[in-house]
């Protein structure tokens, strides 16, 4: 734990009070191999799925962002230029001016070093500052904060599967992984119109299988007790499906080798999230000879983001069943190991909340009490 004195609030920035700071598997990743960008360099404050109530703002700011003091609001985790090509045409997840892997000098909430100008860069924290070039969502009164706090995963689930892949009416396909990523998109592809939704984990994942069907999904495949080629070819009569999402982790090569088997003869898509370094006999023959268009899971849109708050709001499933744990500022490390997989803990979703500071944290209460 460490104190920052409170930022100088000007007309163009705010200060946010961190109600929900969603933890996710990226979070594990950085946590255990900081990286050693200049950017990232000195203490970062990590947190990049933020929800909060702003408790100070400029006045260029408020007019800028549409909010007010008091507004409850989700943030984006990219703090781009605005001004490139990228932006101009809304595409700021791939502006230099928030790549910290390539720029020194780049900001992002949850990887930026507090050495930078406004310190509070990352919502494992009681506050955070907000520059004039935020990207803010606002959050519906109706809306609980923790439930608020699922908008990062389901606009990730929202971009990959109906943005990126581009599933829709009367379509076929394959989600690799029951972890928020996978369940997320469980719901985008039901919503999309999808008729026939297969989710693949393994013996582990029972709960969170089970968790799948209840949000929409047809069918589940485990892995490890089944043949999943077999299965899925029956589910599909023979024909194969439509597209695959790969959201697993640390399965190595064998579950986009699946993907590449089962999608349909020619014309298939899959998203992949990029793991792994390299692919040692990666099959390009047939990936070619069946047509197969493979596109690169990377971040979300503002579209999404907008998509995933309206979908939160409007209660159709039950996605507060994916915020499974919660716990204070001062149980981080040790929930970054629960998400991790390193406790007997099974976590889907895991919220940061600074409220609880000196409360045992662990499995979040009943729908009920929600």
Not at 26 to 53: C, Q, W
Request: hydrophobic share 40%; proline share 5%; charged share 20%.
């Amino acid at each position: 734990m460490r104190e920052f004195a409170r930022p100088d609030i000007d007309a163009d920035s705010a200060l946010l009070k961190v109600e929900v700071a969603g933890i996710c598997g990226t979070d594990a990743k950085l946590y255990f191999n900081p990286p050693t960008t200049r950017a990232t360099s000195g203490p970062v404050i990590m947190g990049h799925e933020n929800v909060g109530t702003i408790v100070e703002a400029g006045a260029n700011f408020r007019v800028r962002h549409g909010v007010s003091e008091g507004d409850r609001v989700f943030v984006e985790h990219y703090v781009a230029c605005y001004n490139c090509e990228w932006c101009r045409i809304g595409e700021y997840r791939h502006c230099e001016a928030t790549d910290w892997r390539t720029n020194p000098d780049a900001r992002r909430f949850g990887y930026t070093s507090a050495d930078f100008p406004g310190h509070l860069w990352g919502g494992f924290s009681e506050a955070m500052f907000l520059p004039w070039n935020t990207v803010l969502h606002r959050v519906p009164a109706t809306m609980s904060a923790e439930l608020a706090g699922m908008v990062m995963p389901l606009s990730n689930g929202i971009e990959w599967a109906l943005l990126t892949a581009g599933i829709g009416y009367d379509d076929t396909v394959l989600i690799q992984g029951p972890g928020q990523q996978g369940l997320a998109q469980v719901v985008a592809a039901k919503q999309a119109g999808a008729s026939k939704i297969i989710v693949s984990g393994t013996t582990r994942d029972s709960e969170r299988l089970d968790l799948a069907l209840e949000l929409g999904a047809d069918a589940v495949v485990d892995v490890l007790t089944e043949d999943p080629r077999e299965k899925i070819m029956d589910l599909s009569r023979g024909r194969g499906l439509d597209y695959v999402l790969d959201c697993t982790s640390r399965a190595g090569t064998a579950p986009m080798l699946l993907g590449i088997d089962v999608l349909k003869r020619r014309e298939g898509v899959m998203v992949v999230q990029g793991e792994l370094a390299a692919f040692p006999d990666f099959p390009l023959k047939l990936v070619t000879e069946k047509s197969i268009t493979i596109k690169s899971a990377r971040g979300h849109s503002y579209r999404a983001c907008e998509l995933a708050v309206a979908q939160l709001a409007s209660g159709r499933f039950p996605l507060h069943k994916l915020a499974t744990h919660r716990y204070g500022i001062d149980q981080v490390d040790h929930a970054i190991r629960v998400l991790a997989g390193q406790t007997d803990e099974d976590a889907i979703h895991i919220s940061m909340m600074p409220g609880m500071i000196g409360v045992p944290g662990g499995r979040t209460p009943t729908e009920a009490s929600l």
